[in-house]
């Protein structure tokens, strides 16, 4: 069974970090694309970041590239999420997901329960 479970979420202050940790069962993550989508309050879903199964190429949306970083740990079968300076429009539910590719589309498949994030001084 296919099992993602989120950590390491909290009420941090603007300008601070926290690591997000995505404990995977189930399957190895290195064979998959892996991803981190968020859910702002009354907003819809927004992807933020994604490593390939292919050599682990990152990329990121325009809204946290260079201040979030995804990383994954094979040996412990993790995805992580560091974030860094951190705004108050970063609050949000954060989900770790495996997707696909079905042509250039991607296809979210499996979801964790997810993990609060709230910036607020």
């Known amino acids: 069974e296919v099992q993602l479970v989120e950590s390491g979420g909290g009420l941090v202050q603007p300008g601070g970090s926290l690591r997000l940790s995505c404990a995977a069962s189930?399957?190895?993550?290195?064979?998959?694309?892996m991803n981190w989508v968020r859910q702002a309050p009354g907003k819809g879903l927004e992807w933020i970041a994604e490593i390939t199964s292919d050599g682990g190429t990152t990329r990121y949306a325009d809204s946290v590239e260079g201040r979030f970083t995804i990383s994954r740990d094979n040996a412990k079968n993790t995805l992580y999420l560091q974030l860094n300076s951190l705004k108050t429009e970063d609050t949000a539910m954060y989900f770790c997901?495996?997707?696909?590719?079905?042509?250039?589309?991607?296809?979210?498949?499996?979801w964790g329960q997810g993990t609060q994030v709230t910036v607020s001084s």
């Open positions: 997901v495996r997707s696909y590719y079905d042509g250039n589309r991607r296809m979210y498949n499996y």
């Open positions: 189930g399957f190895t993550i290195s064979v998959y694309t």
